[in-house]
């Protein structure tokens, strides 16, 4: 055990100095490598925002999505109906009385069923009918329901999470709070009102024809630029949904601000056939139910490609071009609690942390030293080189250090210290019993091993599990912890043991072996 080759030295080393390495990278500027412990929200500051999903517009979306193939089903299997009526949660219609049964089988049919989908794994369906003498009434199930607000609570994290990543935003923490709640932490970041901007908008984008007519088929709408009101038809012509890419750009004539928007291939046929065959008409661009631009249609458009144009300032046409790239939120969201934690809170955690490590730090090195003189004195340097080494850990990770982080790792400097005490205990049991000094400590550290590492091994296997199930700082917490209890192992029985051999086969006379 006490033996070490010069490639095992020489590995261990390395391994130390390039911890040290990526450690200092936290106290210097360095331009060539750009990694840095990033702080939390509760170490650097930021934004705290509670958003919550509004399901019931997509509710409504969903059920007017259903209208065709229902009328399809009625039409094609000769089951007569009227008074169909259309609200925000349920379809109601009409049927004769011997023809209900027959609609009822129909719409519950398991097997290729287009109307009601029948998830076979949970024995459910999307929908339910219910009969009041003739009276239909179709809504969603509760099954239904809790369904489509799961799949759009994931989709809207997911949108969420590309349109801060784009902005710009280092080690945000994203996470989902109930049945329609997201949290959103934003360390460091210094225009909270953009983010909340940009989170807040749905970013339904459609592309529609101008009408003359005030028909049914169409709506009337507000030029964002100007404020002119708009006849603008119903029928969507390209939607967002077709969209690939956007960038922010500058006309070239008139050195405005523009969006640059890029189709996808059916988007682009789509797009190519309206514009060919409405030219000399308007074409509205339409966002969140406000025309943001409304040019004439001069000439056919089939590449694919266009512009959006609206009197913007470069922040205005960039912001834009953001959340046209992320795609549209499946549901309105709003913001139901927002909370800013100041840099100066952040700045007395940290101190708070490191004082606390300091001191604590400074109490097991006199404690050490104290109970095992020069033994202790290689535990307390085997102690700093493992703080440096987690330190450059959770720097090439570009990992995040929260306050629980910080207690993380003053939980690892006591597990450290106690391993370090379990070896020297067992060498001081070994030397009264074995005449061979360099044996006892040999034996000392083999009989230590099994009770150091099921201690950590058990203490990493909590670290995990904590990981895998926790959130936000508790996760901060088991980061900090596992690194911690895999580089106190590493130092315990690498650096601190060859320190160790080296003062032992060197002692010729033994002064230093009174433990």
Same mark, same amino acid.
């Given at each position: 055990m006490l033996s070490f080759t010069k490639i095992k030295v020489l590995f261990i080393y390395l391994i130390l100095a390039s911890a040290i390495f990526f450690a200092s990278l936290n106290f210097n500027n360095n331009n060539l490598i750009d990694k840095k412990i990033n702080l939390g929200l509760d170490l650097q500051g930021g934004s705290y925002i509670l958003l919550e999903i509004d399901t019931k517009p997509l509710v409504s979306q969903k059920l007017q999505a259903k209208v065709i193939p229902i009328k399809k089903l009625l039409n094609e299997n000769k089951i007569n109906f009227k008074n169909f009526i259309i609200s925000t949660d349920k379809i109601s219609l009409t049927i004769d009385t011997d023809k209900q049964n027959k609609f009822k089988n129909l719409f519950f049919k398991q097997q290729?069923? $287009?109307?009601?989908?029948? /998830?076979?794994? %949970?024995?459910?369906?999307?929908?339910?009918?219910?009969?009041?003498?003739n009276n239909a009434s179709i809504q969603f199930s509760n099954f239904g329901l809790i369904g489509l607000n799961?799949?759009? #609570?994931?989709?809207?994290?997911?949108i969420i999470r590309r349109r801060i990543d784009d902005i710009g935003t280092k080690e945000p923490t994203i996470l989902q709070r109930g049945d329609k709640r997201i949290l959103v932490e934003l360390p460091g970041i210094d225009n909270p009102e953009r983010v909340?901007?940009?989170?807040?908008?749905?970013?339904?984008?459609? +592309?529609?024809?101008?009408?003359?007519?005030? @028909?049914? @088929?169409?709506e009337k709408l507000i030029l964002s630029e100007g404020g002119e009101e708009l006849t603008v038809n119903k029928r969507i012509v390209v939607s967002g949904d077709n969209l690939v890419d956007a960038q922010p750009q500058f006309d070239n004539q008139s050195n405005q601000p523009i969006v640059l928007f890029t189709l996808d291939r059916l988007g682009a046929q789509k797009f190519g056939r309206a514009t060919t065959e409405n030219v000399g008409r308007r074409l509205a661009i339409v966002l969140d139910n406000s025309v943001i631009s409304a040019p004439q249609i001069r000439e056919a458009i089939t590449g694919g490609t266009g512009t959006i144009s609206g009197g913007f300032s470069f922040q205005e046409s960039t912001d834009l071009a953001l959340l046209l790239r992320s795609g549209a939120l499946p549901a309105p969201i709003n913001i139901v609690e927002e909370r800013t934690v100041g840099p100066d809170l952040g700045k007395d955690s940290i101190d708070a942390g490191v004082f606390s490590l300091i001191v604590g730090f400074i109490l097991v090195i006199i404690f050490m030293f104290i109970k095992y003189k020069i033994f202790g004195l290689v535990s307390n340097i085997s102690l700093i080189a493992?703080?440096?080494?987690?330190i450059g850990i959770l720097t090439v990770l570009d990992a995040t250090l929260t306050l629980p982080g910080i207690a993380g790792i003053i939980l690892t400097v006591g597990m450290a210290v106690d391993s370090n005490v379990l070896i020297y205990e067992r060498i001081k049991e070994e030397l009264k019993t074995e005449k061979s000094i360099i044996h006892a400590f040999d034996?000392? %550290?083999?009989? =230590?091993? /099994?009770?150091? /590492?099921?201690?950590?091994? $058990?203490?990493? &296997?909590?670290? #995990?599990? #904590?990981? &895998? +199930? @926790?959130?936000?700082?508790?996760?901060?917490?088991?980061?900090?912890? @596992? /690194?911690?209890?895999?580089? $106190?192992?590493?130092? =315990? %029985? +690498?650096?601190?043991?060859?320190? $160790?051999?080296?003062?032992?086969?060197n002692d010729k006379e033994g002064k230093y072996f009174k433990l």
């Open positions: 290729e069923n $287009t109307v009601n989908n029948f /998830i076979s794994e %949970y024995n459910k369906f999307e929908l339910d009918l219910e009969f009041s003498q799961n799949t759009a #609570l994931k989709q809207s994290i997911e909340k901007e940009l989170l807040g908008k749905t970013a339904q984008l459609t +592309f529609r024809l101008v009408s003359k007519d005030d @028909g049914f @088929g169409s493992n703080l440096f080494m987690m034996t000392g %550290y083999n009989k =230590a091993k /099994i009770t150091v /590492i099921d201690a950590n091994v $058990t203490t990493l &296997i909590a670290a #995990l599990i #904590l990981f &895998i +199930f @926790g959130s936000g700082p508790v996760k901060g917490f088991a980061v900090t912890l @596992g /690194i911690g209890i895999v580089t $106190t192992l590493f130092s =315990a %029985y +690498f650096i601190a043991r060859h320190l $160790t051999s080296v003062i032992v086969l």
